[in-house]
């Protein structure tokens, strides 16, 4: 059966997560206190919460959780107070000492990855802080929906599906969501324009250049109409390239002119949806 683009994408996606879990788990966080780190980062980021809540944040069963939470009370990492909101319930928060150890873990695993990255290339760094910086939002989407849907389950057990869930930050239709995807168009546009041989690859970058981005459509000025009609016979591979480096959609066409005279000619991106 021949594999759809949607598939190839999502398979694309699931490698690239699964590259960066194995770069995470295996060579920057502790592993024998992964579970325990996660908890931590949590409760420092969001506050009290109830154990069920902290369980779906860190991807494991409420009973794991409780067991979890049981041995971090022991050493003083978190304590249990009362629910306001209910005074049968209790909510786990973080002590001083637990925040005190978050800060060393973080320090020691940006240590770690600070030492990864000096083997790195100026502009491979470079490439990569931009990648994250679009990136980082939907997977951000990506950990709310995922949370918000295991607790949903653990809410539900019958429950087997849960409607897609979009986090507050990202309402369609709102002025956060709109804010979201200027700043995600302005990073990807500076990664096309500031990072171009790194994009399209030095022997492209040595004979055009991109211009502007205006509305989706992306100016090249070649150096000569050679080159222009060469870049238009490859025009598909150009638009997957730049699809792989700032996502699909960012950039819905190209205009491709050279410094000779002659008619610019826009070429459409390839529907990919």
């Given at each position: 059966m021949k594999q759809s683009v949607r598939d190839v994408s999502h398979d694309d996606v699931a490698e690239g997560l699964e590259q960066a879990a194995i770069l995470l788990?295996?060579?920057i966080y502790d592993r024998a206190a992964l579970s325990a780190s996660m908890a931590l980062g949590t409760l420092h980021r969001e506050g009290p919460v109830?154990?069920?809540?902290?369980?779906?944040?860190?991807?494991?069963?409420?009973?794991?959780?409780t067991e979890l939470v049981n041995r971090l009370?022991?050493?003083?990492?978190?304590t249990r107070v009362e629910d306001p909101r209910d005074g049968r319930a209790a909510l786990i928060t973080i002590t001083n000492?637990?925040?005190?150890?978050?800060?060393?873990r973080r320090r020691e695993r940006r240590q770690r990855l600070a030492e990864l990255l000096a083997a790195l290339t100026p502009q491979d760094e470079?490439?990569?802080?931009?990648?994250?910086?679009?990136?980082?939002?939907?997977i951000q989407e990506l950990i709310h929906n995922a949370q918000q849907s295991r607790t949903q389950t653990d809410?539900?057990?019958?429950?087997?599906?849960?409607?897609?869930?979009t986090s507050p930050r990202y309402k369609p239709g709102t002025a956060d969501s709109t804010n979201a995807h200027t700043d995600r168009t302005e990073v990807a546009e500076g990664t096309v324009l500031g990072y171009w041989s790194s994009v399209m690859g030095q022997q492209i970058a040595d004979h055009a250049t991109a211009t502007a981005l205006n509305d989706g459509v992306l100016?090249?000025?070649?150096?000569?109409?050679?080159?222009?009609?060469?870049?238009?016979?490859?025009?598909?591979?150009?638009?997957a390239k730049i699809a792989a480096a700032v996502g699909n959609g960012v950039v819905t066409s190209l205009k491709i002119s050279s410094f000779e005279p002659g008619p610019p000619s826009i070429t459409p991106a390839i529907n990919n949806s």
């Open positions: 788990v295996r060579h109830r154990v069920t809540a902290l369980a779906a944040a860190s991807g494991i069963g409420q009973p794991s959780m009370q022991r050493v003083g990492l978190v000492a637990g925040r005190a150890l978050l800060d060393d470079a490439t990569l802080t931009l990648a994250m910086h679009v990136a980082l939002p939907v809410d539900n057990p019958r429950q087997t599906t849960t409607p897609r869930s100016s090249v000025v070649a150096e000569s109409t050679a080159w222009a009609t060469q870049l238009r016979m490859i025009q598909a591979e150009l638009l």
